[in-house]
């Protein structure tokens, strides 16, 4: 029963063409987020959602659109994909109320290859 | 948000304790201290989190001086299957809401029988 779930695991595209992937998490957590992951291993924070409300906004291209339908789920949609876009992109989740300092739960990771 | 320096890589062998520092010079009032470790093809794993002094689980222990521009991740007696990569994360509470975070560069640990 996986906490944090991404799909696709895999994700091999042409520039140009607009992509999607997709987050739940089963934890109860309030607050979920979107890291990038590139070929040096450098994790960076790009989203944040605090009870679907976005919180986060690290200077991330606007063809990135992070969308929370709801607590469980933030998805991340990318228009017009580059090659710099390849990477690892992680999903995140917390519990920030009542003052929790943050542990993170990381879902497995979707590498995008952008071709 | 602190900026966080590890060392690249570290060697090690089996039952050794390993001790794993990170520098954050310009850490500020409301920022934690935490650890994860990440194994290839996966997620990064929570190993522990601390604000000052010393702190330990079941894992590992984390040593934070009294003005927190460092701290030290120890992992008693390391196996084979604690070979990975360990990040330095510095966070901050946010007025706003939310945990914002920036990693370090990470520490690639490899341990050897």
């Known amino acids: 029963d996986t906490a944090v779930s991404q799909t696709p695991k895999y994700l091999v595209t042409q520039m140009g063409n607009d992509k999607s992937i997709k987050c739940e998490q089963n934890?109860?957590?309030?607050?979920m987020y979107w890291y990038k992951q590139d070929s040096k291993k450098f994790l960076k924070i790009m989203f944040s959602y605090n009870n679907k409300e976005l919180i986060i906004n690290e200077t991330v291209p606007n063809r990135f659109s992070p969308k929370s339908p709801d607590k469980a789920h933030l998805n991340l949609h990318i228009n017009s994909l580059e090659l710099g876009d390849s990477a690892v992109y992680f999903c995140?989740?917390?519990?920030?109320?009542?003052?929790?300092?943050?542990?993170?739960?990381f879902g497995e990771g979707s590498r995008l290859t952008v071709l | 948000l602190a900026k966080t320096t590890q060392p690249i890589s570290m060697d090690s062998y089996e039952g050794q304790e390993v001790n794993i520092t990170c520098s954050h010079n310009?850490?500020?009032?409301?920022?934690?201290i935490t650890w994860y470790q990440q194994f290839p093809s996966q997620g990064p794993r929570f190993i522990i989190q601390?604000?000052?002094t010393k702190v330990t689980n079941e894992v590992a222990s984390l040593f934070i001086p009294a003005d927190r521009k460092s701290s030290t991740l120890s992992l008693p007696r390391v196996s084979l299957s604690d070979t990975a990569v360990y990040y330095c994360?510095?966070?901050?509470?946010?007025?706003?809401?939310?945990?914002?975070?920036?990693f370090g560069a990470g520490t690639r640990l490899f341990v050897k029988a």
């Open positions: 995140a989740s917390t519990r920030l109320a009542g003052g929790n300092t943050g542990e993170l739960f």
């Open positions: 601390g604000y000052k």
């Open positions: 994360l510095v966070g901050t509470l946010m007025n706003t809401g939310g945990f914002k975070t920036i």
């Open positions: 310009n850490i500020a009032t409301n920022d934690y």
């Open positions: 934890l109860g957590h309030d607050t």
